[in-house]
Nanobody, 120 residues
Framework: VQLQASGGGLVQAGGSLRLSCAAS????????MGWFRQAPGKERLFVAA????????YYADSVKGRFTISRDNAKNTVYLQMNSLKPEDTAVYYC??????????????WGQGTLVTVSS
């Protein structure tokens, strides 16, 4: 299984970024996917999840209304549109296969994350 996130970078507070995560090694279209983030010196936290069909989504309270998760099953890719970014969003972002409703029960080893830095 490979999970490779991309699209991070340096952005000013209030700005936007769109992250992508390409997945391989599992039948992507049959799994829910989640985004997580890990700030320096802190534990990895759940951010958002999307069902296998894309019909259901779920967000952490800290990003609700600002972030949007989506997926393209034809491209085996999950996305995270991040708007109205805040300095506290600064972290390395990762994706993983997740059981619906059990966000931390990830199904694969962590792949490469992408660093998002939000300046104030």
């Amino acid at each position: 299984v490979q999970l490779q996130a991309s699209g991070g970078g340096l952005v000013q507070a209030g700005g936007s970024l769109r992250l992508s995560c390409a997945a391989s090694g599992r039948k992507f279209s049959t799994y829910a996917m989640g985004w997580f983030r890990q700030a320096p010196g802190k534990e990895r936290l759940f951010v958002a999840a999307i069902s296998w069909s894309g019909g259901s989504t779920y967000y952490a309270d800290s990003v609700k209304g600002r972030f949007t998760i989506s997926r393209d099953n034809a491209k085996n890719t999950v996305y995270l549109q991040m708007n109205s970014l805040k300095p506290e969003d600064t972290a390395v972002y990762y994706c993983n296969f997740v059981p619906w409703g059990n966000w931390y029960g990830v199904r694969s080893s962590w792949g490469q994350g992408t660093l998002v830095t939000v300046s104030s």
